[in-house]
């Protein structure tokens, strides 16, 4: 007699998250870590900091490209990241809601309250300006904010966190009493180019953008005074080592607007690394020599898809282990099923993002977070198909285990959850599919895979940087899915043996 494949199930649930844990975090956490958001200027000052510790001879690792302000700010009050560069304005505005005015004696006060310090105060201030493509600019006389008044019809492209954040759209326009529907949310790096395109009129810049020059844009006059300065700052978590903060400390100072800018010129229009940028930087104004490395091609791919493996494995691992239980417990008790199915649904509902974000304050920034949303929105497609799959058997074969005498569980183990195996193996092939796809987010939050090549390629302008990650991600969920369908071909062919 052929073996039911469902008996196959409990051990590869469990083989998946056990081989994907094998390809960990790696032994211990290093001395230092330190963040860095989701744009090229961040980026590069996290590589300055990291080559300023490893100089010193302190362990440092740098998490780059974790999304905006609140992924970093609550990484820091987590502990998941010692260190990151923040701008006085936003700290004040978006993380503390207190008067952009506050004096620096007022704004250290504040940050001790929450267990954070300030390292070192770089020396320039990078500031919100509002641009135009020059020529729109001079032909409707427009050289301030004040004048956008009398263009309602101009189209705003704006940031994503500067959209909803509270020195952001809503008070400056409330502040200028400008008359513009409300602004369609876009990536930073991506704003250019949707300006270049001509597919919007007015966007939000940093002072030390290199694409300012580059695009031939106008920085409108602030002419009401309505954003505070934006000094560049090192935050670190009380209880960072002494040696560690002196290391920091020797930033103090070492930039302005200018040197700012055309590092951030070295790497979005010249092309160079950032982690060579930072290096050249660090020896020539501080006269330390750092060593980097850039992993080739097929390195990041190798990373990247241990990395990938490890979000899917462990996710949809455990889904299957608690997700087939809830399906059958909603098929046994009909009115239970429709309370799992609702609660299931309804976090299908919630945008991966958002989930991401949310589970953050409770397990830090990294790959945890992002297992644990893989693992929420797999439940349903799972959960739905079980009970699917054993509700919709043919009713003479149930009443034939019955009169066969088998309690419920005999039942279900030998006749009913054999027979509705296809219909489960679909919901966890919908599952996986939908995994492989969702994890390329995780990137956002420093937990790698795929997503970290595509956010870098975005934000770089780099079309194969771009590919290097979509299509690997393309292709494994591709192959998932073709692993599922002749894992179900077998099943129908067990079936027929079965039969016979």
Excluded: C
Aim: proline content about 5%; overall charge negative.
């Amino acid at each position: 007699m052929s073996r039911s494949p469902l008996r196959a199930w409990p051990a590869l649930s469990l083989l998946l998250p056990l081989l994907a844990a094998a390809q960990g975090d790696g032994p211990g956490r290093p001395a230092v870590v330190i963040g860095s958001k989701a744009f090229t200027e961040s980026v590069i000052l996290g590589e300055i900091m990291t080559g300023v510790l490893q100089s010193e001879g302190i362990p440092a690792t740098h998490r780059r490209e974790l999304g905006g302000t609140r992924v970093l700010w609550n990484g820091l009050q987590t502990g998941d990241i010692d260190a990151y560069v923040e701008y006085t304005g936003t700290i004040l505005l978006e993380i503390l809601r207190e008067d952009p005015a506050a004096d620096d004696a007022r704004l250290e006060s504040l940050l001790a309250e929450h267990g954070v310090v300030i390292a070192a105060r770089l020396g320039f201030n990078n500031t919100y300006v509002l641009g135009m493509r020059e020529a729109q600019a001079e032909a409707l006389g427009i050289r301030r904010i004040s004048d956008l008044r009398a263009h309602p019809d101009l189209r705003f492209g704006l940031s994503n966190e500067f959209v909803s954040r509270a020195d952001g759209w809503p008070g400056l326009r409330a502040a200028y009493e400008l008359p513009h529907a409300e602004p369609r949310g876009i990536q930073h790096d991506l704003a250019y180019r949707g300006l270049a395109a001509r597919s919007v009129d007015v966007i939000d810049l940093y002072s030390t953008d290199a694409e300012i020059e580059y695009y031939q844009l106008r920085r409108l006059e602030d002419d009401r005074g309505y954003f505070p300065r934006y000094d560049a700052v090192i935050l670190y978590r009380q209880g960072l080592r002494s040696a560690a903060v002196e290391a920091l400390a020797r930033l103090e100072g070492t930039l302005d607007e200018d040197s700012m800018a055309a590092l951030n010129a070295a790497v979005k229009l010249d092309g160079r690394q950032a982690t060579a940028v930072a290096a050249a930087f660090l020896r020539e104004r501080l006269g330390m020599n750092v060593a980097f490395r850039e992993d080739g091609r097929l390195q990041r791919f190798l990373d990247r898809s241990l990395e990938h493996l490890r979000l899917v494995g462990i996710s949809l691992g455990a889904a299957i282990l608690i997700a087939i239980p809830l399906g059958v417990l909603a098929y046994l008790r009909p009115r239970l099923g429709e309370m799992v199915l609702a609660a299931t649904s309804i976090v299908q509902t919630i945008p991966a993002l958002a989930l991401l974000v949310l589970l953050i304050p409770w397990l830090g920034i990294g790959a945890k977070p992002a297992i644990a949303a893989l693992f929420l929105f797999s439940l349903l497609p799972i959960v739905r198909n079980t009970q699917a799959g054993l509700r919709n058997l043919p009713p003479d074969v149930r009443e034939s285990a019955v009169a066969l005498g088998l309690p419920t569980a005999a039942r279900l183990r030998l006749v009913e959850l054999p027979l509705a195996g296809p219909s489960i193996l679909a919901g966890i092939k919908t599952a996986a599919v939908i995994n492989v796809g969702t994890a390329t987010l995780g990137a956002l939050i420093g937990a790698g895979g795929y997503g970290e090549p595509i956010l870098t390629g975005i934000r770089l302008d780099d079309m194969g940087l771009i590919l290097e990650g979509a299509i690997p991600a393309a292709a494994l969920a591709l192959l998932v899915q073709g692993a599922f369908e002749l894992a179900e071909r077998r099943w129908g062919r067990w079936e027929v043996q079965r039969g016979d």
